[in-house]
């Protein structure tokens, strides 16, 4: 089975504190996200890469980066947090579309992050 | 972008089946249809996706109207454990990107 791994269940932060939320999966898939996960709103897409050190901005960029050097781990990176960031975040991987299209993403568990 | 429509929330009696509907009018020839679950507290799992053809595997079935503007998740026999909210996607082409509705939270009493 697919397994994706976020580094953290929950975490509490400072506003303005550099976060890093780091993802690991372990099927060699060339696609990765992140997505976040609020009331009423749904999960939203935030990156996305689909090879090594590359990305592309999903719907709600702002305020993130994200670094691919590796193909298994994919990391999101919140520059200086801030209180509208605090959110569940769902980290996925698929094959790529190269190989196969319209590929299942597979999940982790989620990190519930809190910006105090 | 296709649109999904799914009721807010649905109930069923343990053991018994339960069909979840799925609108998508606005389908194109080459979208797939995907279903994912939640259960609380866990990231979405995948469930079933197809085509045109219905597809089953060993979680639920995916009926797929002749005209794919609708399809229907079933469960054979629901558990406990099934009580979660479902999830009705059209995947875009370009690199899978997936666009969650507000699903349907299923409730299964015993």
């Known amino acids: 089975d697919v397994k994706v791994t976020q580094s953290s269940r929950y975490l509490v932060k400072r506003t303005g504190e550099k976060v890093f939320l780091e993802c690991v999966q372990d099927?060699?898939?060339?696609?990765m996200f992140w997505y976040r996960q609020d009331p009423g709103l749904g999960l939203r897409l935030i990156y996305f890469?689909?090879?090594?050190?590359?990305?592309e901005k999903g719907d709600i960029p702002e305020g993130y980066s994200v670094s691919r050097e590796k193909k298994e781990r994919f990391s999101l990176i919140l520059e200086s947090a801030s209180t509208n960031q605090t959110s569940m975040y769902l980290c996925a991987s698929s094959l790529g579309w190269e190989r196969r299209s319209n590929q299942p993403q597979h999940f982790g568990d989620g990190t519930r992050l809190s910006i105090l | 972008d296709a649109k999904t429509t799914q009721p807010n929330s649905m109930e069923s009696n343990e053991e018994e089946p339960v069909h979840l509907p799925c609108n998508h009018s606005t389908i194109s020839g080459t979208d797939y249809i995907h279903w994912y679950r939640q259960l609380p507290s866990q990231g979405p799992e995948y469930v079933i996706h197809?085509?045109?053809s219905n597809v089953n595997n060993r979680m639920a079935s995916l009926a797929i109207a002749e005209d794919r503007k609708s399809s229907t998740l079933i469960l054979h026999r629901a558990t406990l454990r099934d009580a979660a909210v479902y999830y009705c996607?059209?995947?875009?082409?370009?690199?899978?990107?997936?666009?969650f509705g507000s699903g349907t939270k299923l409730n299964v009493k015993p």
């Open positions: 197809g085509l045109t």
């Open positions: 890469s689909y090879d090594v050190k590359m990305k």
């Open positions: 099927m060699d898939h060339e696609n």
């Open positions: 996607i059209l995947p875009r082409y370009n690199f899978n990107k997936f666009y």
